[in-house]
């Protein structure tokens, strides 16, 4: 049902609240149906995403990151536990709450013999946008399709459909925007242009909750990162954090010398050895270490002591991929 302008103006929050997105304790058991079991899609969840932020929600298939979106956008009912989006519960005020987010979803669901003026202008009407308040036009620009405007949407490329749906959830300038899995079959450019146009609306006060596949993605855009695995959430941190908890580092050494065996001095660090080039050319040592108990200067006062010439020296640090992997293996145990 269309929101009208009086609801959309009457019942906005006065002032932003702290968080864009919360979660207390949420849960969503699907009934079992025929031969299809009953599926605990979400298990007490509690999460709270701090407005203006550019959050990354990640986990893998069947993890329940859609059925988490699904309940923020009213597509799902709850189990249990309540939420809200932009400090209005999606139980008690629904129609406010759908008011203050706009959706991405993964498929392409665009009509295909509507322009893209068109779509906009029809997302607007049922959002209870009147003519005069509309930012077609902004939109348009905003996401590169203005040249575009009166093309059928079957006749755009892959890259310019993904781009039209983020317009249309933004045609009522929600305060909350959800990107599932937005750059999906998305070729490297037009992904550098979608996230060129998400981070432009995140500075401009945007919160934006994602979800994606691409971890590097998520390691480089959000500065907050939670993870959900069969419907528990079992990590969420700022990134910097994140990326702290998993102890591990590697040094990748090559020294001038050429090494048959390991030093004496280097034996307690079990460096892994290896020519680089010819069979009497400089040697390649890969040490892998826990910060915790070991600091790469003891590494470097070790191979002094080995009177071995260091030739070039590089860390390799731990990524997002690598945390993913732990934790979700972890909470599979």
């Not at 905003?142 to 059928?152: E, H, S």
């Not at 490329?157 to 959800?178: E, F, N, Q, T, Y």
């Not at 030093?263 to 010819?278: F, M, S, T, V, W």
Request: glycine letters at 8%; charged letters at 25%; one cysteine or more.
């Amino acid at each position: 049902m269309p929101l009208d302008s009086e609801t959309r103006a009457d019942d906005r929050v006065m002032t932003d609240p702290d968080f864009a997105i919360e979660a207390k304790g949420l849960s969503k058991v699907y009934r079992s149906q025929g031969k299809t079991a009953e599926k605990r899609a979400l298990e007490n969840v509690d999460l709270q995403i701090p407005r203006g932020s550019l959050f990354g929600l990640l986990g893998p298939n069947g993890a329940g990151k859609s059925t988490f979106i699904n309940i923020l956008a009213g597509l799902v009912v709850k189990s249990a536990g309540s939420a809200k989006v932009w400090g209005y519960d999606v139980a008690d005020n629904p129609r406010m709450a759908k008011s203050s987010i706009g959706v991405v979803p993964q498929e392409l669901n665009i009509d295909p013999f509507f322009t893209p003026e068109e779509m906009l202008d029809v997302q607007a009407g049922l959002y209870g946008v009147p003519s005069s308040e509309r930012r077609t036009e902004e939109i348009l620009a905003m996401i590169g399709l203005t040249d575009k405007r009166d093309a059928y949407a079957r006749t755009l490329s892959g890259g310019m459909r993904r781009r039209l749906l983020i317009g249309k959830a933004m045609v009522h300038d929600p305060p909350v925007l959800v990107l599932d899995e937005p750059t999906a079959g998305v070729d490297i450019e037009l992904r550098q242009q979608l996230w060129e146009n998400v981070v432009a609306l995140n500075k401009r006060g945007t919160t934006v909750l994602l979800t994606t596949h691409y971890l590097e993605e998520a390691e480089e855009l959000c500065d907050r990162i939670a993870i959900i695995n069969h419907g528990k959430l079992v990590a969420h941190d700022d990134k910097r954090s994140l990326l702290g908890r998993l102890d591990a580092k590697t040094v990748r050494v090559t020294v001038k010398e050429t090494l048959t065996d390991i030093p004496e001095p280097l034996r307690k660090l079990n460096p892994a050895i290896q020519q680089d080039g010819p069979a009497a050319g400089p040697t390649v040592m890969t040490i892998a270490y826990r910060p915790s108990a070991m600091t790469a200067g003891e590494i470097i006062a070790a191979l002094n002591e080995a009177r071995l010439t260091i030739h070039d020296l590089s860390t390799e640090e731990t990524d997002l991929e690598d945390i993913f992997l732990q934790i979700t293996r972890s909470s599979r145990d």
